[in-house]
């Protein structure tokens, strides 16, 4: 009976642990879905032209004039192409970055991927850890019709100095340990990691704003 009991409650506390683990994972993903809007006249096709039947009966005409649509006086705005929205993020990948470095650029259907890397340097005199080096992370860009969605994610700190790296920014204890790193450091290292991805995401966010055959000026 006692064993009975515990496969039944093992049964049903397992949808919880595996729940509360994805949750955690989901926790490590910076992300953000952002509609994207573009001017109606740029984008939609031209409204129809209607020419009147010169052989339907009636009052004979010597001359058809077409009958013009009427002009659209609603939103001037539409959800822009995902084909547009695509080439936003190409162009983002493209284009240089002046705080960091971008790498293996890839296309995948709908998605532009790519790894980004920041220089890290401490901004103290006599550090405690050797922990300069870098802090790396993975971005992905989703297109969609009308909207994108940027994840970044695999955030890491890796150090110059071997056996010095702090690994996977949400650690509670950094990858190589807390005698090589103290918790004050592991958390200007976290601090530093956190204001990288917001210069990422504005980064991101500035050119899905710019149109994606936007034309260089010949001056």
């Not at 006692?2 to 955690?24: A, C, N, W, Y």
């Not at 002046?98 to 890397?117: E, F, H, I, L, Q």
């Not at 500035?206 to 055959?213: C, I, L």
């Amino acid at each position: 009976m006692i064993k009975r009991t515990l496969l039944i409650f093992s049964l049903l506390i397992s949808p919880l642990v595996i729940f509360s683990q994805e949750d955690e994972d989901n926790g490590k993903v910076v992300r953000e879905v952002i509609n994207v809007l573009v001017e109606k006249s740029k984008f939609a096709p031209p409204p129809p032209v209607h020419t009147p039947d010169p052989h339907k009966k009636g009052k004979k005409k010597h001359h058809v004039e077409p009958v013009e649509a009427a002009p659209d006086t609603g939103n001037p705005m539409m959800p822009a192409p995902s084909s547009e929205v695509f080439k936003r993020a190409q162009n983002w990948y493209k284009a240089k970055a002046v705080k960091y470095t971008k790498a293996n650029g890839t296309n995948a259907g709908s998605n532009v991927s790519c790894n980004v890397t920041f220089t890290y340097a401490q901004k103290i005199l006599n550090p405690e850890n050797e922990v300069n080096g870098e802090i790396t992370m993975d971005v992905v860009i989703e297109a969609k019709e009308g909207k994108y969605r940027y994840s970044i994610k695999n955030i890491k700190h890796k150090a110059t100095k071997e056996g010095m790296s702090g690994g996977d920014i949400y650690l509670t204890v950094p990858e190589c340990g807390s005698m090589k790193i103290t918790d004050l450091t592991w958390k200007h290292i976290k601090s530093a990691a956190y204001a990288d991805i917001q210069i990422l995401v504005d980064g991101i966010k500035s050119k899905m704003k710019e149109d994606g055959d936007k034309k260089k000026d010949d001056w």
